[in-house]
C-alpha cells in the first residue's frame, strides 16, 4: 500500500463533468490500495474572475483581501471534488488550508510555506479516507488566508507529498508529460519518461509552464517524486526524479526557447572598478531581474557591456539607466526586444564535452548569429535574433539526436 | 461614540458598483464617528449558484462538504468590501466566521450560534477599523465551516449587535421597512417606524420575507434594535424594538398573508383519547410541520378535524394518513390547496377587546367565508378560499384605519 499526491490543475477540473473525470482516477487509486491527497484548483478562469473583480475595486491594493477572495474558487472544488469522490463511493473530506494547517509566512498573495502539521490528515488516511486538499493556500502568522502565487496547487501538492512521505506526487494538467521541445515549434519533439529536477528547473526557468521553478526545487529539497502526466489520457506521463534513478542518461534531454527576454547594450562603457554595480544597483533596487550578463574584453578603458532583463521591465530598465547615465559613465545605450534565447539543456553534459561546440556549430551551419552566450553546468544558453529562434530550435533538435523516429 | 452593525444583504451587495454604494454608507457612519461591523452577504445568486454546483455532484449529500461550497460567496464579499472601504480611506479588514470566531453547533446547513468571541475584534474596533464580517458562516465543533441556513447574514448581524452591546443593526435590504401590509397587494399600505418583536415575530412567520423568524427571535432576547432600511435611499426605515420604546402603540399594526399553507379535513374520525396523537405522530416523524389545528364539537362519537400544512408537504402528508387510515379510524380525507391565511397582527389588541370581532364583521360585510380561527395573543388569523385573500387584506387594512391618508 502506497500514499501518494494527485493533483488537479485547473483545465482538469474546469467543470461538473470534469470534476467527476477527476475523480474516477482518484477511485481507481484508492481502490487500488493507495492511500490518497488529492490536490485541486480552481475551477480554470474561476481565479482570474476573482482577480478582475479585486481589480475592480480601486487602486489600492491590500494582499490580505486578495487572498481571502482568490482563494474561494480552490475551497469550493475541493467541497465539490468530496461530493464527487463520495456519489462514487468513495469516503472523503475536504481539507482548506487553515484547517490542516497548512502555515506559511506572511507575505500575503505569494506566501512560502513554513509548514505543515499532518498529524489528522494521516489519521483519517490510515482509516481510508480519501483527503480533498484545496490548493493554493496556508494561514500565516496573522491567522488570515494565505495565497502560495502562481502554480500554487503544484506547491501544495508537492509540500503535502514531502510532508507526508507520499511514494509520488502526481500533477495532472493538459499535456500528457515534458517534451525534449515545445512540440507547436518542433513537430518532431519526443515525450520524456524521466527527466532530473536540474533539467527541469532550467527548462521550467526558461518558460516551460508546465512546472512552475518553485514547485520543482522544492520537490529537489525534499526528494518528491514527480509524475507530470494528463489528465485526459490516463497515459504515463514524464517522471521528475533524482539523478541516479534515471539509467540511461541522455546527454541532452531538451532544447528550450524563450521569448520573454529583451537585450540591453551599453556602448563604451568606463571600464572601472565598481561600475558593474553601478549599473546592476539601481535595477536590482528597482525588483528588476537581469539574466545573462556578457561584458567585452576592454580597449582602451572603455568595454561594451550586455544584458538581458524581462521584456514587461525594458522599458522601467532603460529609463533607469537612462537617468543615471552620467554616474555609470557609458556613451550610447541600444535596447533590442526582438530577441529569442534558445537553451540546450542536459544533465549529461556535465561528463561530456562538446555540447556546447556542437550548439555553436549547428547555428553557424544555419547561418544563424548568435549574439550572447551564457552556459551554466547543463545548460549552454544563446541569444539569437527573434526571427531565427523557431528555427535555431528545430536545427538543434535534430543535432542533438532528440528527433523522435 | 456608537457602536453599530450594518447589513447588506444579497442585492444590496450583487455587483460591484453597489458593494462601492454600501461602502460609501459605511464610511458615513464610521466618519460619523461610530465603531461600525458591516455584515456582508454574498452577491445575489451566488449561493444558488453554489448550491445548484452542489446539486449537480450527485444524489449523496454530505452538508459538511456544502457549506465549505456555499459560504465561498460572503467570503469574496467580505474581502471585496474591505477593498471598497480601504479605496476609501477607511480602514478596515475582513472577517471570516472561523477567524473571529463565531462558534456554532455542528448541525451544518442549518446550524446554531454558540457562542461568539469579540476579544480581538473589539480591540480593532477600538483602533477605529470597520470590521467587514462574511455572514452566513460559522465555524463548527468539528473544526469545519458551518452556515447558518436561509437568512443567515442576519442572524450573523444580531448575533454579533449582541455580543457587541451595539447600540443597533441596520439591516439595509432592497425594500424601505417594514409595512402595515403587502404593498403589491394593499397599495394604501403604510410604512411603520416601528414594530415590536413580538408584531415582528408574527408578520415574519406569516411569510413576511424581510426578517427571518430566527433573527427576530435572536434580537429579542438580547434586546438588538434592529433598523430595516433601502441600500438604495438611505432613508430612515422600521425600528423593530421593544414594546416599552413605543410610545403610542396602534392596536393592529399590520395586516398579512401567507399563500404557503394548504388545507387537509378528516371527517367523522372516531372522537377517542389519543385520536390527535395517532394523526399528528406520524407527520412529526416526517417532519412536516403542521399549523393551525380546529377540532369541531363531537357528535356521534364521530368529528370533523381540520388543519394546514405547508404547501410542499401537502402531498406527502396525505399520503402518510392515508396509509394510516385504518389505524387512525377516519371516513373520508380531504385535502385544499387553494387557501390563504389572512392575519391581523398587534401587541396592542391585548389589552383591546373586539379586535378579533371586527375582523369577523369586515369578512362577512364582504361576504368572504371563514374556513378556520386560530388565534394567539397579538394576532387573529382566519383561513380563507384563495380567491378572496387579497380583497380580505385590503377590507381589513381599511377596517383597521391602517390606510395611509
Redesign the interface.
Known amino acids: 500500500m502506497a500514499r501518494i499526491v494527485v493533483k488537479f490543475g485547473g483545465t482538469s477540473v474546469a467543470d ?1 463533468d470534469r ?2 473525470d477527476a475523480a474516477l482516477r482518484i477511485q481507481a487509486e484508492a481502490k487500488g490500495g493507495n492511500q490518497v491527497v488529492a490536490v485541486v484548483s480552481a475551477m480554470a478562469g474561476v481565479t482570474n474572475q ?1 482577480v478582475a ?2 481589480d ?7 494582499a ?6 482568490v482563494s ?2 480552490e ?2 472544488n ?3 471534488m ?3 469522490l ?2 462514487l463511493g468513495v469516503q472523503a ?2 481539507w ?1 488550508g ?2 490542516i494547517p497548512i502555515r506559511t509566512d506572511g507575505v500575503h498573495g505569494k506566501a512560502r510555506i513554513t509548514g505543515i502539521e499532518t498529524e489528522e490528515l494521516e489519521r483519517r488516511l490510515n482509516t481510508g479516507e480519501v483527503a480533498v486538499v484545496a490548493g493554493f493556500q496556508g494561514i500565516g502568522p496573522d ?3 494565505t495565497t502560495l502565487g502562481r502554480g500554487g496547487s503544484d506547491l501544495t501538492a508537492v509540500a503535502l507529498a514531502g510532508a507526508l512521505n507520499a511514494e509520488r506526487c502526481d500533477i495532472y494538467t493538459d499535456v500528457d508529460g515534458i517534451y525534449t521541445s515545445d512540440p507547436r515549434v518542433v513537430p518532431k519533439a519526443r515525450k520524456l519518461d524521466h527527466v532530473t529536477y536540474d533539467e527541469m528547473l532550467e527548462m521550467a526557468s526558461l518558460g516551460s509552464k508546465v512546472l512552475q521553478t518553485r514547485s520543482v526545487e522544492l520537490a529537489m529539497n525534499h526528494g518528491v517524486r514527480i509524475q507530470v502526466r494528463s489528465a485526459f489520457s490516463g497515459a504515463p506521463g514524464t517522471f521528475v526524479v533524482n539523478e541516479d534513478e534515471i539509467v540511461e542518461q541522455q546527454i541532452v534531454s531538451g532544447i528550450s526557447d524563450s521569448k520573454d527576454d529583451a537585450k540591453i547594450t551599453l556602448l563604451r562603457v568606463a571600464d572601472r572598478p565598481g561600475v558593474a554595480a553601478g549599473i546592476f544597483g539601481p535595477l536590482a533596487e528597482a525588483a528588476i531581474n537581469v539574466d545573462m550578463i556578457v561584458q567585452n574584453v576592454s580597449e582602451d578603458g572603455k568595454t561594451d557591456l550586455t544584458f538581458t532583463v524581462g521584456k514587461s521591465d525594458l522599458k522601467a530598465a532603460a529609463g533607469l539607466l537612462k537617468e543615471n547615465q552620467a554616474d555609470i559613465g557609458y556613451e550610447e545605450l541600444i535596447s533590442d526586444p526582438d530577441v529569442v534565447k534558445v537553451s540546450v539543456v542536459g544533465v549529461g553534459m556535465r561528463s561530456h564535452a562538446g555540447v556546447a561546440q556542437k550548439m555553436f556549430q549547428t547555428l553557424a551551419d544555419e547561418g544563424i548569429n548568435i549574439q550572447v552566450i551564457t552556459t551554466s553546468e547543463i545548460k549552454v544558453s544563446v541569444l539569437v535574433a527573434g526571427k531565427f529562434g523557431e528555427q535555431a530550435v528545430r536545427a538543434l533538435h535534430t543535432a542533438y539526436g532528440l528527433d523522435v523516429e
Chains 1, 2 share one sequence.
Open positions: 461538473i470534476i467527476k476573482m473583480l479585486t475592480q475595486m480601486g487602486a489600492l491594493f491590500d490580505r483581501e486578495y487572498d481571502a477572495i474561494t474558487g475551497q469550493s475541493a467541497g465539490l468530496a461530493l464527487a463520495q456519489t473530506r475536504s482548506l487553515w484547517q491567522g488570515r488566508i
